[in-house]
């Protein structure tokens, strides 16, 4: 197929240009995305890497669930902190900037704000598990319950 009969396609019947519409705007949308990830300033990782990360290098998760959520299930070693009052200047935070700190909700939309605050906040190395929680446990990877 050479770019003459693509033309073609795409300026033939209305269907054909709807369908021709549609993929330029996917594409559109796709590096759009890809673009805004790359400069958004923290990895989202994966539930296997945040273990890795927790293991190697001794990252400080925290855990941005309502109370009773982190208490029915958080993971190991993670700190809770209410979105409401996440602030990167606080004593759980201070002394963590060069620290790798791994941000946790439940399904990883409110870590994502919280990542780009901490990045603002010149954290270096900040992180946020892709998918929260039901992610951590889809991957079938333990929670601890209680406090």
């Not at 269907?15 to 549609?22: F, G, T, V, Y």
């Not at 796709?30 to 290098?57: C, D, M, Q, W």
Request: hydrophobic share 45%.
């Amino acid at each position: 197929m050479n770019f003459q009969e693509i033309l073609a396609f795409a300026t033939g019947s209305p269907w054909n240009q709807m369908l021709s519409l549609a993929f330029v705007g996917l594409t559109v949308a796709i590096i759009y995305t890809e673009i805004a990830r790359l400069f958004r300033g923290y990895k989202a990782l994966r539930p296997a890497e945040l273990t890795h990360l927790v293991n190697s290098e001794n990252a400080l998760v925290v855990d941005l669930s309502a109370s009773n959520d982190f208490e029915k299930g958080h993971i190991a070693g993670s700190r809770n902190v209410l979105p409401s009052s996440f602030d990167p200047e606080s004593k759980l935070l201070a002394g963590s900037k060069a620290l790798p700190v791994v941000l946790v909700c439940r399904t990883g939309q409110a870590s994502a704000g919280a990542a780009k605050r901490l990045k603002k906040a010149g954290f270096e190395k900040v992180y946020a598990l892709d998918g929260g929680i039901a992610a951590w446990q889809q991957a079938d990877l333990p929670l601890v319950k209680g406090r």
